[in-house]
């Protein structure tokens, strides 16, 4: 099969277990990640429920964690396949990653979400993709490729998540800008070459013309604020991420404050990360004290007007 092929296999398991118990869903992926991913059940490339030990006590943990030679690879975290996303499920995703210090990991309920665990970041600012199980998805085709057996590679990875993030980006802008008002804007560029104004307008009266979200009786229109909120809400897919570097090593950003609170002036390299391109820029910083705030600084500086402005990312670095 290829790529494609095995994506649209996963999509139809997909929706004939929507409604499936956990139980079921767990023997589904052990095969998927079988059958369609190539790793071994014979070789336990494909564990499930580990048990850990902490303290005194045993708990399981993990639904599914792929192996190569012993090694972990990642960790697959399996729900009902109609449930949606919440932060209980993402919590418990990253305390697996943190115990068993692993990067990669993997959520699957009525999406699949990637993370990209990074110990010198909270929980909160984790990043993460979102992978629309529909057929014929790029992003799944890439999935397939990219947690293939043989296949794993954190750069590639890092690169997809970022990716993904940029396109589920753009299509919530179009989402956002697709009004009635730009519909009939268009209309009437598109007649105003055939026909006369007045012409126009009489035609145009006899219809009522509305963008509707799919599937919902709310008018596109009257669901921008709500939108809005949910946009800003969704985690942070749509936030920037940030990355700090002190002498070629990656920090926090508490180390960061750290240092330039240490220091009279100093000059800090900025990268901006844009959709299509990187802008660089030099920060000159000083009188830095305990009470500045580096995110703050950042917000309302080099961040301002970031969903605007399309930037996706910032890099500061000593």
Request: charged share 25%.
């Amino acid at each position: 099969m290829t790529s494609t092929q095995k994506w649209n296999s996963i999509v139809d398991l997909h929706s004939k277990h929507f409604n499936d118990s956990e139980q079921i869903i767990q023997s589904i992926w052990e095969t998927v990640f079988s059958e369609i991913f190539g790793y071994s059940r014979l070789r336990n490339e494909i564990e499930k429920h580990r048990q850990i030990r902490l303290g005194s006590t045993e708990r399981i943990i993990a639904d599914i964690i792929i192996k190569n030679e012993d090694i972990d690879i990642f960790i697959v975290e399996l729900k009902q396949h109609n449930m949606k996303h919440d932060s209980g499920m993402e919590l418990q995703l990253l305390s697996y990653l943190k115990q068993l210090r692993l990067n990669t990991g993997i959520l699957i309920c009525d999406k699949i979400y990637i993370y990209d665990y990074n110990i010198y970041k909270d929980d909160n600012e984790q990043i993460k993709a979102i992978i629309e199980i529909v057929k014929d998805n790029p992003n799944g085709v890439r999935f397939v490729e990219i947690f293939s057996k043989g296949s794993v590679n954190s750069a590639n990875i890092k690169e997809f998540i970022s990716l993904c993030n940029i396109s589920y980006f753009n299509v919530e802008k179009i989402k956002d800008e697709l009004t009635s008002d730009l519909v009939n804007k268009l209309l009437k560029e598109y007649f105003s070459g055939k026909y006369n104004e007045y012409d126009y307008e009489q035609a145009v009266s006899a219809f009522s013309i509305n963008i509707l979200l799919e599937n919902s009786l709310i008018k596109k229109n009257a669901l921008s604020d709500t939108a809005r909120t949910v946009f800003r809400e969704d985690s942070n897919i749509y936030k920037p991420t940030y990355e700090f570097v002190l002498n070629g090593i990656s920090c926090d950003g508490k180390a960061f404050e750290e240092h330039l609170i240490n220091k009279d002036s100093c000059s800090v390299n900025v990268t901006l990360f844009y959709h299509n391109r990187q802008e660089f820029k030099i920060w000159k910083v000083s009188k830095f004290t305990v009470n500045s705030n580096l995110k703050g600084n950042l917000a309302s500086g080099f961040l301002r007007d970031w969903r605007r402005k399309g930037i996706v990312g910032i890099k500061l670095e000593i």
